[in-house]
């Protein structure tokens, strides 16, 4: 009976044993496999970085670009020189109608999500830079809806002062394709060769159109101000991970 006894000991501490690493192995192999993830995840957040860093520098040079044409029309205007030689103003309006937004590369920041949240992460540091650039892409969103519904009305307006055959002849004439560079973007449609003259009586409808597009263009300033502060909190992140994680990262 005690040889039994001391058998059934044995094969209690051997199952005990054999069930007990195999828990461990488990969280070992599910923490490995966290671990893996969290570092895709961060891999492709840092790729999501990079391509905001250059867009957001791309989006400022191009209000920048755009704020000058809106001195211009605002020089024009003041002048009068519009009512009898229009070929210019029409040539700034009808580039100030062009914008361009800030469109925020989402992947990475999304497979987080999807996987269960800021959790996957373990660095409080990255999770804290990653809230504060996600409530800085808010705000940018937020500015741009309101920018692009004074722009809305902007078109509207323009519309309504702008002689048709002018504007067809413009539209006909521009230069198709996707610009990276500003100064061409915003100059895609060509001066007009022999512009009929704007719809207006004397300066009221036309000092609505220039406050229009000058209202749009002091939300680009906010805009820039953001994307300015952004660049910089996402130049912080990515600096962090890939500090802590770029030696990990697959090629």
């Known amino acids: 009976m005690i040889k039994n006894w001391k058998a059934y000991a044995v094969e209690f501490l051997m199952l005990f044993t054999a069930v007990t690493l195999g828990f461990f192995a488990e969280n070992i192999r599910e923490h490995q496999e966290e671990k893996a993830k969290e570092i895709q995840f961060l891999q492709n957040v840092h790729y999501d970085l990079e391509r905001d860093y ?10 920048l670009e755009k704020q000058k044409l809106a001195d211009s029309v605002v020089h024009e205007f003041k002048s009068g020189r519009y009512l ?11 580039g100030l ?4 937004m800030f469109e925020h590369s989402s992947s990475g920041f999304a497979q987080l999500k999807n996987a269960g949240g800021l959790r996957m992460i373990e660095d409080k540091s990255i999770i804290k830079q990653i809230l504060l650039i996600e409530n800085r892409l808010a705000m940018i969103d937020r500015l741009q809806d309101i920018m ?4 809305l009305l902007y078109r509207e307006k323009f519309s309504i002062v702008a002689d048709a055959e002018t504007v067809h002849e413009m539209n006909n004439k521009q230069i198709p394709g996707t610009f990276t560079d500003p100064k061409l973007s915003l100059r895609r449609f060509p001066k007009p060769t022999n512009p009929n003259p704007f719809l207006v009586e004397g300066n009221k409808e036309m000092n609505e ?3 229009l597009i000058v209202n749009v263009l002091n939300t680009t300033r906010y805009i820039n101000n953001h ?6 909190e996402i130049k912080k992140l990515d ?3 890939i500090d802590k994680y770029g030696s990990k990262f697959e090629e």
């Open 54 to 63: 250059t867009d957001a520098q791309l989006v400022i040079d191009f209000n």
């Open 209 to 211: 159109v220039v406050n």
């Open 239 to 241: 600096s962090e991970i």
């Open 227 to 232: 994307l300015l502060s952004l660049k910089d």
């Open 148 to 151: 692009d519904e004074n722009l």
């Open 97 to 100: 109608s062009i914008r361009k």
């Open 84 to 94: 009898k030689e229009p070929a210019d103003m029409y040539y700034f309006l009808k």
